[in-house]
């Protein structure tokens, strides 16, 4: 629906009617893929390894993993002291709660144990996913439409392009980006195109 959107969007103006008829011309690019491409990569800029890497962990551990291997410690711990607490005359009374405050400690301890049994199922998996992160960017920068633009016609046409990529961050309910902006960070895009170059040559 929304490549329908920007469609009728760019159709609609004539300024970015022009920006995108002559990027379909310069780069060799169909329609569908020049849409396609300033949907997809609109918020690239968001796609960096440290934004990635903490969206990610935000949903992979929506408790950091310090914090719950902290609580397993200080559950431990709290079942010890409960059990030190009954050896003496400060136990409650047992007719007060409804379950056996005697087995309070094993309960505990089995409520930390099983989210240990989690944390460690996650952790390894979370560390793969972590080391796979800056290949996807890397990836994904590579065979973006900035790329592709910038490699079929030896530039990247930034104010046009900017005003193309706005319409498309409208259409996708994200705030337009300044042109100063914008230009930053296609000249930060292409730095780190040329350092990925420079480290890849023998």
């Not at 962990?57 to 559950?75: A, F, G, H, V």
């Not at 972590?130 to 960017?137: A, D, F, L, Q, Y």
């Not at 900017?162 to 960070?185: D, S, Y």
Request: proline share 4%.
């Amino acid at each position: 629906m929304s490549k329908e959107e920007l469609r009728k969007r760019i159709e609609r103006d004539p300024q970015l009617k022009k920006d995108f008829d002559f990027l379909i011309a310069k780069t060799g690019l169909t329609p569908e893929q020049l849409l396609a491409g300033l949907r997809l990569d609109c918020n690239l800029m968001k796609a960096d390894r440290q934004t990635l890497l903490r969206n990610e962990n935000r949903e992979m551990w929506p408790i950091s993993q310090d914090t719950l291997r902290r609580n397993i410690k200080n559950i431990c711990r709290t079942a010890r002291q409960i059990e030190r607490t009954n050896e003496t005359e400060f136990s409650p009374d047992l007719i007060n709660f409804g379950f056996n405050v005697i087995k309070l400690p094993e309960i505990l301890r089995s409520y930390a144990r099983e989210v240990e049994r989690k944390v460690n199922i996650r952790a390894p998996y979370w560390e793969r996913k972590k080391s796979r992160i800056p290949i996807m960017v890397a990836l994904t920068r590579q065979h973006s439409l900035y790329e592709r633009i910038r490699s079929s016609t030896g530039g990247y046409h930034q104010v046009r392009l900017w005003r193309l990529v706005n319409a498309a961050r409208e259409i996708e309910g994200l705030p337009k980006m300044e042109q100063r902006a914008f230009t930053i960070w296609l000249n930060k895009f292409e730095k780190r195109r040329k350092e990925t170059q420079s480290n890849c040559l023998p």
